[in-house]
């Protein structure tokens, strides 16, 4: 497959570990959030969202953890499976205003079976 | 219900030649945007199309422009290639505006030669 990040941050885990994806956003009026999913040779596919009212929410096997002191978010992926390897980002936007989401670089998640 | 779709998949030009790419939305959504990804920049918005106008746009040369049909389809065009316009180009629908969760298409893979 091809790859959409030659220096992207790696987190190499193994399969059943849980893993944590980072991402930090800068725009202090973003109030809505996404985690988007990119395997080899695919678009990005949604996973979750948070707004920014919540600071926790969970899905099936993910949870996204919301810091809008420190700007950060996280994406926590239980019992990581070898299907979960792909690049993760975040997506930061506002609901109103000029709304266009800024994707951050992406994390590049890799599980050994 | 069938995905976003893109086309063509991958695409080979020349500098100074002019291209253009296609994308169908899910049915029923109305918000068309196109992206760009590179290993260097990540991806980066374009522009985004509603009821066949352009509603925001990107930080891109005039050299890229769009449009979005009737039917929300969108072609996206890029006059006077140049060596850097190589990219996976990306085009998201969503319901209603470029915030919500989008749906990505699979990308079309541009080279320029």
């Known amino acids: 497959g091809e790859s959409v990040g030659l220096h992207l941050p790696t987190l190499s885990v193994q399969e059943g570990d849980n893993s944590i994806i980072n991402c930090a956003y800068s725009?202090?009026?973003?109030?809505?959030f996404i985690w988007y999913k990119q395997e080899s040779g695919k678009g990005p596919q949604f996973i979750i969202d948070?707004?920014?009212?919540?600071d926790k929410r969970q899905g099936q096997r993910v949870t996204v953890l919301l810091n809008k002191t420190v700007k950060h978010l996280s994406l926590q992926i239980a019992a990581t499976q070898p299907g979960d390897s792909a690049v993760y980002f975040c997506?930061?936007?506002?609901?109103?205003?000029?709304?266009?989401?800024?994707f951050g670089r992406g994390t590049s998640l890799i599980v050994h079976p | 219900k069938a995905g976003v779709t893109q086309t063509p998949r991958y695409l080979i030009k020349t500098r100074g030649q002019q291209v253009t790419l296609s994308c169908s939305p899910i049915?029923?959504?109305?918000?068309v945007s196109w992206y760009q990804q590179t290993p260097g920049q990540g991806l980066q918005f374009l522009f985004e199309?509603?009821?066949?106008?352009?509603?925001n746009k990107g930080n891109f040369p005039g050299r890229f422009s769009g449009r979005q049909f009737s039917n929300s389809r969108s072609e996206m065009n890029v006059s006077t290639l140049e060596l850097g316009d190589s990219a996976l180009y990306l085009c998201?629908?969503?319901?209603?505006?470029?915030?919500?969760?989008?749906?990505f298409g699979d990308g079309t893979r541009l080279s320029i030669l």
């Open positions: 998201a629908s969503s319901l209603d505006r470029a915030s919500q969760p989008q749906h």
């Open positions: 725009n202090s009026a973003s109030d809505y």
């Open positions: 948070i707004r920014s009212n919540m």
């Open positions: 997506a930061d936007s506002t609901e109103g205003g000029s709304y266009i989401p800024t």
């Open positions: 049915s029923g959504h109305r918000s």
């Open positions: 199309y509603f009821s066949e106008t352009q509603r």
